[in-house]
C-alpha cells in the first residue's frame, strides 16, 4: 500500500508564499518561509500565523461520555467549566502516554484535539475503549492555524473584540471576518495566542485577510520547534511515548489531585501513585549547551567520571537566547540545577549544564 503525503487546506497559499515545504506526521506542511530564527524571534515580539491542519480534530457527545473518557486520562473532568479546556495525556495500562492532548468542555460534548501523528491511533482508541452511547467525530474536513506572539490579541481584536475577553485555555465559537470559527486561548509557543478551528474551505479566505495585518508574518515547523522547545513543551514522540510516564516527563500537575484520592480508575493509576509517592528514577529537565552547535535527540549523557547518566529527547540553537538548549531525561541523582554533564558530538565531548523548564518566561494572558 502506498502512503500518499496528504495536502493542507492552505496549500495553495504556501506555494504562493514560497514555503519550504517537508513532510510531517503525514502531511506536506511549510518548514519555513523568510528562515526559521526570523519566523522565531518575530513570534516573540509579534504575531505569527501556524498551519496545524496535521492535528487531530475531533468531537465527543453521549450520556457516559465523561465517565468512559476518565478511563483514559487523569484529569478531573466533572469539574472543568464550559467553554474551559485542560491539557492532559491519553495514558495506557502501564501510564505510558499515548498521547498528550487538549480536551474543551463545551456543555454536555467535549472537543479534543491530538497530535497528528498520533490522531489515528487516537481515533482507533476513542473508538474501541469509550462506551457504546459516545459519539465520535473527527473532523476532517476543517483546517486548524495558530496565531502566537504577544500582538496576537491586538490582531484577532480587529475581527471580533469579544476575543480578548477569554483567558489562557478557554474557547468558544466565534465569527470571524463573518465565518464560523471555533477559537481557544491556546499554544505551543509559550507565548499568548489562539488556534482557530475553522471550515476547510474557508480557511484560505481567513489566513489572506489574517496575513494582511503589519505584525502578522507566516512561520513554519521549524520555529515552531525552537519555540515550543525554549517553552519547555513536550513533542511526541521526542519526551513523550508509550514507554514514558506523565511524572517521568514532569507533568505530574496533570494528574489532579481529586483523581489521586477517589475510588475512579483510570489507566495507568497505580504505578502513577507510586512514583507520585515512592519517587521516579528518571525525570526530563532541561540542559544548557556549552558552545553553539545543538545536540540532537539520541545524543547520550554522561557525568565525570563517564558513567551514562541519560539522554537527549530533541534540542536546537535557541534564537531567543544565542546558544543550544535540549530537553533530556536524566538520572535523578543528577537532575539539581546547574549539574555539569558532558555529551559527544562529532567525535567532541561537550559540557552541558542541567537547566530548569521552561527556559523563558511564559506570557500565557491568565
Same mark, same amino acid.
Given at each position: 500500500?502506498? +502512503?500518499? #503525503?496528504?495536502? !493542507?487546506?492552505?496549500?495553495?497559499?504556501? @506555494?504562493?508564499?514560497?514555503?519550504?515545504?517537508?513532510?510531517?506526521?503525514?502531511?506536506?506542511?511549510?518548514?519555513?518561509?523568510?528562515?526559521?530564527?526570523?519566523?522565531? /524571534?518575530?513570534? $516573540?515580539?509579534?504575531? !505569527?500565523?501556524?498551519?496545524?491542519?496535521?492535528?487531530?480534530?475531533?468531537? /465527543?457527545?453521549?450520556?457516559?461520555?465523561?465517565?468512559?473518557?476518565?478511563?483514559?486520562?487523569?484529569?478531573? /473532568? $466533572?469539574?472543568?467549566?464550559?467553554?474551559?479546556?485542560? %491539557?492532559?495525556?491519553?495514558?495506557?495500562?502501564?501510564?505510558?502516554?499515548?498521547?498528550?492532548?487538549?480536551?474543551?468542555?463545551?456543555?454536555?460534548?467535549?472537543?479534543?484535539?491530538?497530535?497528528?501523528?498520533?490522531?489515528?491511533?487516537?481515533?482507533?482508541?476513542?473508538?474501541?475503549?469509550?462506551?457504546?452511547?459516545?459519539?465520535? +467525530?473527527?473532523?476532517?474536513?476543517?483546517?486548524?492555524?495558530?496565531?502566537?506572539?504577544?500582538?496576537?490579541? =491586538? *490582531?484577532?481584536?480587529?475581527?471580533? &473584540?469579544? %476575543?480578548?475577553?477569554?483567558?489562557?485555555?478557554?474557547?468558544?465559537?466565534?465569527?470571524?471576518?463573518? %465565518?464560523?470559527?471555533?477559537?481557544?486561548?491556546?499554544?505551543?509557543?509559550?507565548?499568548?495566542?489562539?488556534? #482557530? !478551528?475553522?471550515?476547510?474551505?474557508?480557511?484560505?479566505?481567513?489566513?489572506?485577510?489574517?496575513?494582511?495585518?503589519?505584525? *502578522?508574518?507566516? =512561520?513554519?515547523?521549524?520555529? @515552531?520547534?525552537?519555540?515550543?522547545?525554549?517553552?519547555?513543551?513536550? /513533542?511526541?514522540?521526542?519526551?513523550?511515548?508509550?514507554? #514514558?510516564?506523565?511524572?517521568?516527563?514532569?507533568?505530574?500537575?496533570?494528574?489532579?489531585?481529586? $483523581? $489521586? +484520592?477517589?475510588?475512579?480508575?483510570?489507566?495507568?493509576?497505580?504505578?502513577?501513585?507510586?512514583?507520585?509517592?515512592?519517587?521516579?528514577?528518571?525525570?526530563?529537565?532541561?540542559?544548557?549547551?556549552?558552545?553553539?552547535? &545543538?545536540? @540532537?535527540?539520541?545524543? *547520550?549523557?554522561?557525568?565525570?567520571?563517564?558513567?551514562?547518566?541519560?539522554?537527549?529527547? !530533541?534540542?536546537?540553537?535557541?534564537?531567543?537566547? +544565542?546558544? &543550544? %538548549?535540549?530537553?533530556?531525561?536524566?538520572?535523578?541523582?543528577?537532575?539539581?540545577?546547574?549539574?555539569?554533564?558532558?555529551?559527544?558530538?562529532?567525535?567532541?565531548?561537550?559540557?552541558?549544564? *542541567?537547566?530548569?523548564? &521552561?527556559? #523563558?518566561?511564559?506570557?500565557?494572558?491568565?
Amino acid at each position: 500500500m502506498v +502512503n500518499t #503525503i496528504k495536502q !493542507s487546506p492552505l496549500a495553495e497559499i504556501h @506555494r504562493t508564499l514560497d514555503a519550504k515545504m517537508t513532510e510531517f506526521a503525514g502531511y506536506e506542511l511549510p518548514l519555513y518561509f523568510k528562515g526559521f530564527k526570523q519566523e522565531h /524571534l518575530h513570534t $516573540r515580539s509579534k504575531a !505569527s500565523l501556524f498551519d496545524i491542519s496535521h492535528m487531530g480534530q475531533f468531537e /465527543l457527545s453521549g450520556a457516559n461520555l465523561i465517565r468512559s473518557l476518565e478511563k483514559l486520562v487523569p484529569a478531573d /473532568l $466533572r469539574q472543568l467549566k464550559n467553554n474551559h479546556s485542560v %491539557i492532559t495525556v491519553l495514558l495506557n495500562e502501564q501510564a505510558g502516554v499515548i498521547d498528550d492532548v487538549m480536551l474543551t468542555r463545551l456543555g454536555n460534548s467535549f472537543r479534543l484535539v491530538a497530535n497528528g501523528a498520533q490522531k489515528y491511533k487516537v481515533f482507533e482508541l476513542l473508538q474501541t475503549q469509550l462506551d457504546d452511547s459516545v459519539q465520535l +467525530n473527527h473532523q476532517e474536513d476543517y483546517a486548524f492555524i495558530a496565531l502566537q506572539g504577544p500582538k496576537a490579541e =491586538a *490582531v484577532l481584536d480587529q475581527f471580533n &473584540p469579544d %476575543i480578548k475577553q477569554m483567558k489562557f485555555l478557554m474557547a468558544d465559537h466565534f465569527e470571524l471576518a463573518g %465565518i464560523n470559527c471555533f477559537v481557544s486561548r491556546t499554544g505551543y509557543s509559550g507565548e499568548d495566542g489562539y488556534e #482557530i !478551528s475553522i471550515k476547510a474551505e474557508f480557511a484560505e479566505q481567513l489566513v489572506k485577510l489574517l496575513l494582511e495585518h503589519t505584525e *502578522v508574518e507566516p =512561520a513554519g515547523l521549524g520555529a @515552531r520547534d525552537s519555540l515550543r522547545l525554549e517553552a519547555g513543551l513536550c /513533542l511526541y514522540g521526542h519526551e513523550l511515548n508509550e514507554s #514514558i510516564t506523565p511524572v517521568e516527563a514532569g507533568m505530574g500537575w496533570m494528574i489532579a489531585k481529586s $483523581r $489521586r +484520592n477517589d475510588n475512579s480508575e483510570f489507566n495507568g493509576k497505580k504505578i502513577i501513585l507510586e512514583q507520585l509517592n515512592d519517587g521516579i528514577e528518571k525525570l526530563r529537565m532541561g540542559l544548557a549547551i556549552e558552545g553553539k552547535v &545543538p545536540v @540532537r535527540e539520541g545524543a *547520550v549523557l554522561f557525568d565525570e567520571s563517564n558513567k551514562e547518566i541519560g539522554f537527549v529527547s !530533541s534540542g536546537v540553537f535557541s534564537p531567543s537566547l +544565542n546558544y &543550544p %538548549i535540549a530537553q533530556a531525561y536524566i538520572d535523578v541523582a543528577y537532575t539539581n540545577m546547574g549539574t555539569i554533564l558532558k555529551v559527544q558530538v562529532r567525535n567532541k565531548t561537550i559540557t552541558v549544564r *542541567v537547566s530548569a523548564l &521552561p527556559f #523563558i518566561k511564559l506570557n500565557y494572558k491568565k
